[in-house]
């Protein structure tokens, strides 16, 4: 993996499962993360932040499915060409949703409150696509993601429907959001 002029280290996110050999698009959607979402959030919260998840193959989806809840659409799949399982989501974007653009769950030192935390990184104005503040109900985690216009024009946004709320939360494990205003 190439240099990446970022706070994170590139071991962060390889033991979150980031591939040895990413693609382009991979290393693309990496470097904006760190450099435009992830370090900003870090220096804006002024806490240490950590990354817990990042990178999920098809085989990871199929393995979390029991023990979460997770998206055939998340954005966690950087740019792969998943599967869809719900019609709902086959229907609008055929067998496979190839529109993710890169995502990182990270947990907040414990010198400052997620939710505190979560508040915060709203304020921040940050150019990300998501900031979802996560629970399983013993522990709670940020999921923070690119912003879809870094890969996609707002008119193919629009006409494929890719565009999701900004912040979030779940309570329940990933099986229902709540949008935060």
């Given amino acids: ?8 280290f590139r071991q962060e996110f390889e033991a979150a499962g980031f591939p040895l050999a ?26 240490p932040v950590y990354v817990n998840d990042c990178y999920r193959s098809y085989a990871k989806y199929i393995k979390m499915q029991g ?11 950087w740019g792969q060409a998943i599967p869809t399982s719900n019609p709902k989501d086959q229907a609008r974007f055929g ?7 890169g995502a990182a769950d990270i947990r907040i030192s414990s010198k400052l409150d997620i939710e505190l935390a979560f508040a915060k990184v709203m304020g921040l104005n940050l150019p990300l696509g998501q900031c979802i ?12 993601s690119n912003p879809r216009t870094l890969c996609f024009s707002p008119a193919v946004i629009a006409a494929v429907g890719i565009g999701k709320v900004t912040y979030l939360t779940s309570t329940d494990n990933g099986k229902t959001y709540q949008a935060v205003v």
């Fill in 1 to 8: 993996m190439s240099k990446l002029k970022s706070k994170f």
């Fill in 22 to 47: 990413p693609t382009p698009l991979e290393l693309f959607l990496l470097k904006n993360l760190m450099q435009e979402v992830l370090d900003p959030l870090r220096e804006g919260v002024g806490v």
């Fill in 67 to 77: 023990t979460y809840n997770p998206s055939s659409t998340s954005d966690h799949f």
């Fill in 95 to 101: 067998p496979n949703f190839c529109f993710s653009v």
């Fill in 133 to 144: 503040l996560e629970s399983n109900g013993s522990s709670k985690w940020l999921h923070v």
